[in-house]
């Protein structure tokens, strides 16, 4: 029951929801020799919504966000690409890991070269153009957009990192457990990529110890506020950083380019 309720949104009031079909009838009245009209979902109208769920975002500074952003992406398949251990695992395995880890990298990447962002509302069409185009988009199109709720995660998530003032080395072998994650399914080598992760956990936590010797849960916090990583979705980080500049490409095949 909750979840059905989270995914209701309360923002339209009742003139709103008396208004679309309203609209939509006195429309379908004027051409009524459109029969695709009859199956037009005027519900689908967007409105200004203030739900954190439903209310989407985008960059405010696009073009200099993006290209920051880019370039973090480059140096995260690099430093993937540069790791000998990696390299050694079979190519199902290198991709699985991709896969699963380039987001969190991402991420990491972020927060170790401080790239710091604005958003803004993304402006909605008008419900009267929509039901006049009649535009029904193809399930291809339909992509998870940043909203509020997703973008605010990921900000808290790099705050955190931000506030423990990594180091270098500490940022790469947080990388290193990030990439080695044994969890991933079908890995062929799996009990290898299981022992790789332990190394560079014990690497983390011996740099640690040495930068920190007075910061006894200094590590804990580390492997804590990187298991927020999980929380953010590929499709938002795709969406908000990539989107503007790849087009309707898919942003894992250039990884997948990029890195074999």
């Not at 939509?24 to 954190?52: A, G, T």
């Not at 290198?94 to 604005?118: N, R």
């Not at 499709?235 to 997948?256: D, K, W």
Request: hydrophobic share 40%.
């Amino acid at each position: 029951m909750q979840k059905k309720m989270d995914k209701e949104c309360h923002c339209l009031t009742s003139s709103d929801r008396f208004l679309n079909p309203i609209l939509y009838n006195i429309l379908s009245q004027m051409d009524s020799s459109r029969p695709s009209q009859d199956h037009f979902d005027y519900s689908s109208v967007p409105h200004r919504c203030k739900c954190e769920a439903r209310r989407t975002l985008c960059l405010k500074r696009p073009t200099e966000i993006c290209k920051a952003a880019s370039a973090v992406l480059v140096k995260t398949v690099h430093f993937m690409k540069n790791l000998p251990a990696f390299n050694q695992l079979p190519s199902s395995d290198q991709f699985a890991l991709l896969k699963s880890c380039w987001a969190p990298l991402f991420i990491l990447g972020l927060a170790q070269e401080h790239v710091d962002f604005e958003v803004v509302d993304v402006p909605a069409d008008s419900m009267l153009k929509k039901i006049l185009l009649n535009r029904q988009e193809s399930p291809e199109l339909e992509r998870e957009q940043p909203t509020v709720a997703g973008v605010s995660k990921l900000k808290s998530c790099l705050k955190k990192f931000w506030s423990l003032d990594l180091s270098p080395k500490e940022y790469a072998y947080l990388k290193g457990t990030t990439i080695f994650n044994p969890d991933v399914p079908n890995l062929k080598a799996g009990l290898f990529v299981e022992g790789l992760q332990q190394e560079a956990q014990h690497a983390l936590s011996e740099v640690v110890q040495l930068l920190h010797p007075g910061q006894q849960e200094r590590f804990a916090r580390i492997l804590l506020t990187a298991s927020t990583l999980q929380g953010i979705t590929p499709s938002l980080i795709t969406e908000l950083f990539f989107r503007p500049v790849i087009g309707q490409a898919n942003l894992l095949e250039l990884l997948v380019d990029m890195l074999f």
